[in-house]
């Protein structure tokens, strides 16, 4: 399964070399809206492949999902299956080996993964290398190489496959970050490193504005704390002055409660919708209300506490608590509450 964007000779190199190879029954090829001037190429591999065309440039997850429908609604049988780079970056021998491995663990996502020298050009090399660090923060999951886009799975995964959001470079990571929810074994396989130059001029990569596709995702969990805790703020300071007006002891510890259950609603709201994609049952919102108890508990008594001991205003300390606490409750929920069984 290859995704092609403006593909030049290097891909009729790479159909000429998969045919070749033993142990590949079909080659689909996607023509993502392409450039006229690519024609010749989609023209010459056009008798040897399945090829699928889009009008108009989709992006490559876009282009992955045609090609998954394509497979399912044409073949009920189990069938393996590889996705492979149309710029000449990955070996028909490396994309043979991961096919060979499926059938050992067929509901496994197979990654074949490359070694990250000091000769591999610096955009590559940097932004995996940021990318697995803020991806295993945010997902728990362990994966050297992240951005890979050679990737073998059984037709047994494909309606999840096709349920991963995103239509351009964006796609490659949440279905890691989906799989990882899910508890799809995510399983890496070496393979040859290949760059045709040091700037990796053949990949579509736009550096910012895929990067920030990728990054968003994984900080869909900061940015629904982030909005829960804007709200939580703004009210901790609207009950803090309403209150102001009367003569009332400890100010601080009610209003922190009140903001609290008004924050604490809203940030289920978003994590169990968006960020956990889970459904909303009663024992997770148990559990749930559970959590934001305890962590009420910790919160009140760390601001009260400040609110004693020190002369630090009120938004300064409490800002510093959020901080302290979010981690904590970031884990508690991920690997307890909202919890994906096992697929």
């Given at each position: 399964?290859?995704?092609?964007?403006?593909?030049?000779?290097?891909?009729?190199?790479?159909?000429?070399?998969?045919?070749?190879?033993?142990?590949?029954?079909?080659?689909?090829?996607?023509?993502?809206?392409?450039?006229?001037?690519?024609?010749?190429?989609?023209?010459?591999?056009?008798?040897?492949?399945?090829?699928l065309t889009h009008t108009e440039n989709r992006g490559k997850g876009a282009a992955i999902?045609?090609?998954?429908?394509?497979?399912?609604?044409?073949?009920?049988?189990?069938?393996?299956?590889?996705?492979?780079?149309?710029?000449?970056?990955?070996?028909?021998?490396?994309?043979?080996?991961?096919?060979?491995?499926?059938?050992?663990?067929?509901?496994?996502?197979?990654?074949?993964?490359?070694?990250?020298?000091?000769?591999?050009?610096?955009?590559?090399?940097?932004?995996?290398?940021?990318?697995?660090?803020?991806?295993?923060?945010?997902?728990?999951?362990?994966?050297?190489?992240?951005?890979?886009?050679?990737?073998?799975?059984?037709?047994?995964?494909?309606?999840?496959?096709?349920?991963?959001?995103?239509?351009?470079?964006?796609?490659?990571?949440?279905?890691?970050?989906?799989?990882?929810?899910?508890?799809?074994?995510?399983?890496?396989?070496?393979?040859?490193?290949?760059?045709?130059?040091?700037?990796?001029?053949?990949?579509?990569?736009?550096?910012?504005?895929?990067?920030?596709?990728?990054?968003?995702?994984?900080?869909?969990?900061?940015?629904?704390?982030?909005?829960?805790?804007?709200?939580?703020?703004?009210?901790?300071?609207?009950?803090?002055?309403?209150?102001?007006?009367?003569?009332?002891?400890?100010?601080?510890?009610?209003?922190?409660?009140?903001?609290?259950?008004?924050?604490?609603?809203?940030?289920?709201?978003?994590?169990?919708?968006?960020?956990?994609?889970?459904?909303?049952?009663?024992?997770?919102?148990?559990?749930?209300?559970?959590?934001?108890?305890?962590?009420?508990?910790?919160?009140?008594?760390?601001?009260?506490?400040?609110?004693?001991?020190?002369?630090?205003?009120?938004?300064?300390?409490?800002?510093?608590?959020?901080?302290?606490?979010?981690?904590?409750?970031?884990?508690?929920?991920?690997?307890?509450?909202?919890?994906?069984?096992?697929?």
């Amino acid at each position: 399964m290859i995704p092609a964007y403006n593909p030049d000779d290097k891909l009729i190199e790479l159909i000429r070399s998969l045919q070749n190879a033993t142990g590949i029954d079909e080659i689909i090829v996607i023509n993502d809206g392409s450039a006229e001037k690519c024609t010749p190429v989609f023209s010459e591999i056009s008798e040897k492949v399945t090829l699928l065309t889009h009008t108009e440039n989709r992006g490559k997850g876009a282009a992955i999902k045609t090609a998954l429908e394509f497979i399912f609604k044409s073949n009920d049988e189990l069938c393996g299956i590889v996705t492979v780079d149309a710029d000449g970056q990955h070996s028909p021998e490396d994309a043979l080996k991961l096919l060979h491995i499926l059938p050992e663990k067929p509901d496994s996502l197979f990654l074949g993964v490359r070694t990250f020298s000091a000769d591999i050009p610096w955009r590559s090399r940097w932004g995996n290398k940021i990318t697995r660090f803020i991806f295993r923060i945010l997902s728990g999951a362990k994966v050297s190489d992240t951005q890979t886009g050679l990737r073998a799975f059984t037709s047994l995964l494909i309606p999840f496959l096709l349920d991963v959001s995103g239509d351009r470079y964006e796609y490659e990571m949440n279905m890691l970050a989906a799989a990882a929810k899910k508890k799809i074994p995510l399983l890496e396989i070496p393979i040859a490193t290949i760059y045709m130059d040091k700037q990796n001029s053949a990949s579509h990569y736009r550096v910012v504005k895929d990067s920030m596709r990728i990054y968003g995702s994984l900080f869909l969990y900061a940015g629904a704390s982030f909005l829960s805790f804007l709200v939580d703020f703004a009210f901790f300071n609207l009950f803090a002055w309403i209150l102001g007006f009367w003569d009332i002891d400890n100010i601080s510890v009610i209003s922190n409660i009140a903001a609290r259950i008004i924050s604490a609603s809203f940030n289920y709201y978003l994590n169990s919708t968006y960020v956990f994609n889970s459904s909303r049952k009663l024992n997770n919102a148990i559990q749930y209300f559970l959590l934001a108890g305890v962590i009420l508990f910790f919160n009140t008594a760390i601001v009260h506490l400040f609110d004693i001991y020190t002369d630090i205003p009120r938004s300064i300390y409490k800002i510093f608590t959020e901080i302290i606490l979010f981690t904590a409750s970031y884990f508690v929920q991920k690997v307890l509450i909202f919890k994906v069984e096992k697929h």
